[in-house]
């Protein structure tokens, strides 16, 4: 039987409220992940090595999706 | 190591010697990111497999009508995955043992929300074991420590993976000693 209630939502906006959620995720984890650095950490050097790796990948990334969702 | 940095952390008792930090063993981390790695690379695997398999209609169409949804989709699996190896490192990194002429300082980094910081006198440790257990363990000299002491609110610990336990072992076996020699016998039996 069809379904006459169907809902379609457009697959820009799924993709534009995914992007927005999964940012608001990495934002938090974000802040997480730098308090602990910043309060536990025993070295300066791995802590800044390990800030520069991790926004070196995510960043793009980041990039790429917001690309993906919300330019093309 | 930056003593320095260790002493702003974690607060030292005057004219305390760090004598050496530990982290767990170079492979169990290794073989953690390398699979989490190797999960981040799963749809870029996954597309090199279709693209290298005869191309089909619906595949192709697929690949030419959703191409962003494609590109979000396998950005924010690498983004996760590269989140979870964060995660890993900083449990890693942040769990630690400390060994000074006085105590044990053990950190627990289980998970973000989970620290546990235990301090155990050397004066109080009854009995140190060893295990190494398994082809890779033994191979790569890492294993699980157990120590016991006299208090009963920290009756004993225990830590795997720690890199060449015996040598540990005997590096706290002597400090225990040079620490009862320097309180005497008298003051570690009433303690």
């Known amino acids: 039987m069809e379904n006459q209630f169907a809902l379609t939502i457009p697959w820009k906006t799924v993709l534009s409220l995914t992007f927005y959620v999964l940012l608001l995720i990495y934002a938090i984890f974000t802040i997480v992940l730098l308090y ?11 802590t800044t090595q390990t800030y520069v790796a991790y926004f070196t ?11 993906a969702a919300l330019a093309l | 190591m930056n003593n320095n940095r ?7 008792e005057p004219d ?3 004598i ?8 169990l981390i290794t073989l953690e990111l390398l699979t989490i790695v190797l999960f981040g ?6 597309f090199m497999i279709v693209l290298a398999l005869p191309p089909q209609e619906i595949i192709m169409t697929f690949f030419e009508t959703q191409t962003p949804a494609l590109i979000f989709g396998i950005a924010a699996w690498m983004l996760l995955s590269t989140m979870a190896a964060a995660a890993s490192w900083t449990s890693y990194y942040l769990d630690l043992w400390i060994i000074t002429d006085r105590r044990i300082i053990v950190v627990d980094q289980i998970n973000f929300f989970n620290r546990k910081v235990s301090h155990f006198r050397l004066e109080r440790l009854q ?3 060893v295990t190494v257990k398994g082809l890779i363990p033994t191979l790569l000299n890492y294993g ?3 120590a016991q002491t006299a208090s009963a609110a920290e009756s004993n610990f225990t830590s795997p993976g720690l890199p060449d336990p015996r040598g540990l072992q005997a590096l706290i076996q002597n400090a225990m000693d040079a620490r009862l020699t320097s309180i005497g016998p008298v003051s570690s039996a009433i303690d």
């Open chain 1, 36 to 46: 602990h650095w910043q309060n536990y950490s025993v070295s300066k050097a791995a």
């Open chain 1, 57 to 67: 990948i995510s960043l793009p990334l980041l990039g790429l999706m917001a690309l």
């Open chain 2, 6 to 12: 260790l002493y702003e952390k974690i607060e030292l």
């Open chain 2, 16 to 18: 305390e010697r760090v």
């Open chain 2, 20 to 27: 050496t930090t530990v982290r767990k063993h170079w492979f």
């Open chain 2, 41 to 46: 690379l799963a749809p870029v695997f996954a």
């Open chain 2, 127 to 129: 009995d140190i074991k």
């Open chain 2, 144 to 146: 699980t420590i157990r």
